[in-house]
Each structure stands twice: as C-alpha cells, then as structure tokens.
C-alpha cells in the first residue's frame, strides 16, 4: 500500500483556521486520498475524500497538491469539538482491496 | 439518521471463552468491515464482507470468524479468547466497497479478556 506521513501532533486555538498536512509521495494515480477522525473512546469518523480535485463539505476542505504528492486538510474554525487523531489514508480497490488502512495520525489538540 | 449499531457495547470474558459481537450496518448499506483496536493503537482491519461474501482479509486470527448474515448484520466469532485480544472492536458499513466510498463506524464493542 502507498504510505502516508502525517505529524504526530499538532495545537491550534479555537476558531482559528487549521491545516493538517499529509504526504504521500508513493501515491498511484487511482488512489483515492480520504480523511477520517477518531475522537476519544469513539469510532473513527470520515471527513472529507478527493482523487485530483479540491473538496469542500460541511466538515472540511481538502485541499490536493497538484502532483498529488501531498494533501491538507483544512479546518476552517477549529472547536473544541474538533480535537481528535486526524487519519489521512490512501484507498485503492485495485491494490488494497476494500479495506480503510490507518495508520499514524495526527493528533489534534485544540485550545480554548 | 440511522447508524451503525454494534452490539454489545462492553463484554468481559475469560481466557479460553468464547465471544461473539454483532453489527447491524446502516440500511441499505451492503459492505461491513471489522477492525480491531488495542489499547494506544490505531485502528487495524480484520476482514469485511460485500453482499454476503467476504471481500477482503486482514489479520485476523485464525480463532476468529466472521461472517454477513442475509439481513446484512454481520457476526465476529471469537474462540480460545487470550488477554492480548482485549480491545476495542469496530464495524463500519459503506454502500458498496470501492475507493470512493466513505465508511460509517459504530461505536464499538470493547472486550476485555480476564
């Protein structure tokens, strides 16, 4: 499977903005670049997903480089709600079969 | 609306006992996953099930099995229980199993093993 390489942690204030990097230099051109969010003692939540284009949803926007070397997730106002690992996660049927594989995320503080 | 219900929400069992955890993926919904998460760890994928047949297999243990049932539900069966299987169990559910699907997670199930 193509890896992803996140920061382990990361501190933003709230309401502010916050941008979650995401390499992934492996990455095929059919794989699919999907986030999700584990908030403590809760199953993971999906976020956002995207091939090539940029996407935006309720939650977030995904915003993908244009070598799709590297992805961001952005937060447009952080809430204290919002402090969870963050997964970046690359998903190809061909290749992974069906399966979501986490890896490492990014754990997200967010300060009052 | 509706979600993923995983049942039960917390089970303690002996070393050797059996366990069995049920999903009921969302309506509609065709594909069900199975995860396993120890304690500090991240999610890691057992096995999942399109249409009733099983898609894809992770590391799932041999004492384990699963299976989706014609209501959709699916079944994690699991024998010869040991302390290191204590973790917390999730199920997702998606509308089909492709890459550009998003998944749906329940709540889990947490096992400990005594």
């Known amino acids: 499977d193509a890896k992803t390489t996140q920061p382990n942690s990361m501190e933003s204030n709230e309401e502010e903005p916050v941008h979650l990097p995401c390499n992934h230099s492996?990455?095929?051109?059919?794989?699919?670049i999907h986030w999700y969010r584990q908030l403590p003692s809760q199953g993971p939540e999906y976020v956002i997903h995207?091939?090539?284009s940029n996407v935006n949803n309720r939650m977030a926007s995904l915003a993908i480089a244009e070598d799709r070397k590297s992805s961001t997730l952005i937060l447009h106002r952080a809430t204290l709600r919002d402090a969870a690992v963050y997964y970046c996660?690359?998903?190809?049927?061909?290749?992974?079969?069906?399966?979501?594989?986490f890896g490492e995320g990014t754990q997200l503080t967010v300060n009052p | 609306a509706a979600g993923v219900i995983q049942s039960p929400r917390h089970l303690i069992k002996e070393k050797r006992e059996t366990a069995t955890l049920k999903c009921y993926p969302i309506?509609?919904?065709?594909?069900v996953y199975w995860y396993q998460q120890g304690p500090g760890q991240d999610p890691q994928f057992l096995i999942s099930?399109?249409?009733?047949?099983?898609?894809d297999k992770g590391s799932i243990p041999d004492r384990f099995s699963a299976q989706q049932f014609s209501d959709y539900h699916s079944e994690l069966n699991m024998s010869s229980l040991e302390l290191g299987d204590s973790a917390l169990y999730f199920c997702?559910?998606?509308?089909?199993?492709?890459?550009?699907?998003?998944?749906?997670f329940g709540q889990g199930t947490r096992l400990t093993v005594v």
């Open positions: 995207g091939l090539t």
């Open positions: 492996t990455i095929s051109g059919t794989d699919y």
């Open positions: 309506p509609r919904h065709d594909t």
């Open positions: 996660i690359l998903r190809d049927e061909e290749t992974s079969g069906s399966r979501l594989t």
């Open positions: 099930f399109y249409e009733k047949m099983q898609s």
């Open positions: 997702a559910s998606s509308l089909g199993g492709q890459e550009n699907t998003e998944a749906f």
